[in-house]
Each structure stands twice: as structure tokens, then as C-alpha cells.
């Protein structure tokens, strides 16, 4: 979907689309909240972004379903599989409007680039 104009916050951006289509975003705005309570919400490449100790999550909206970004490599094997069904081009996930969002897949994710940027963060106290 194409915006009227970039949205200066998320929640502008969840303002420009349809009451059915708000209400998604804001629970996985919920969700990702709640898997990372110390994350910072800002607008990156004019969409909603998360941020912990560099990018963490992006989601956005388009006309048929819902983009989550970025492609998440890693969790067991129950986790691969579960996102395995909404992976897109590129390794990012596509949750179709038509069918219930996955909204327990998501937090598992977030958590999951949560301990991968804390990770990271961590070798790099360490080297200097």
C-alpha cells in the first residue's frame, strides 16, 4: 500500500489503514513490546521498527498481507518450522490478512533477535 506520506510515528503509520488492518498491527505492536519491554519504537525506511543494541524487528502492512522483517536465522526446530510457513522472498515472513496471524510465532522471533543483537553486543564489549 502506498502511504499519503511517511508517518512520523507508528502510530500515524497504523492510522492510514483500514480499523480490520489496525487492529492487527497494533497487537503485534503489543507483541513485540512484550517480548522486548526495553525496545525502542521509531519509523526506519518508513515503517515501524524496533530497536535493542542495533535494529531488532520491522513490520508493515500491504494490501494482502502483513511484512515482518528482518529474516531470522537460528530458534530449535519446532521454531524453524512454524515460521517456515510464512517465510517470503528473501527469508523475511508474510502473514496473510486472510488467515489468523501468528502472533505466538512473532514474540517467539522477537525474543530471538532480542538475545542475538544482546549476543552481539556482548562480543563486542569483549574485543574492546
Given at each position: 500500500m502506498k502511504l499519503k506520506r511517511a508517518a512520523r510515528d507508528i502510530d500515524e503509520y497504523i492510522g492510514y489503514f483500514s480499523p480490520e488492518v489496525q487492529v492487527?498491527?497494533?497487537k503485534i505492536r503489543a507483541t513485540v513490546r512484550k517480548a522486548a519491554p526495553h525496545a525502542q519504537e521509531t519509523i526506519s525506511y518508513q515503517i515501524p521498527a524496533f530497536t535493542l543494541n542495533g535494529q531488532?524487528?520491522?513490520?508493515a502492512a500491504f494490501k494482502n498481507h502483513i511484512g515482518?522483517?528482518?529474516p531470522v536465522i537460528g530458534g530449535d526446530q519446532k521454531f524453524k518450522k512454524a515460521k517456515s510457513a510464512f517465510e517470503g522472498?528473501?527469508?523475511n515472513l508474510q502473514f496473510p490478512l486472510d488467515k489468523p496471524i501468528p502472533?505466538?510465532?512473532i514474540g517467539k522471533l522477537v525474543k530471538l533477535?532480542?538475545?542475538q543483537n544482546l549476543d552481539k553486543a556482548r562480543v563486542k564489549r569483549s574485543r574492546k
Open positions: 492487527i498491527l497494533q531488532l524487528v520491522y513490520f515482518f522483517y528482518p522472498p528473501k527469508g502472533y505466538g510465532v533477535r532480542v538475545k
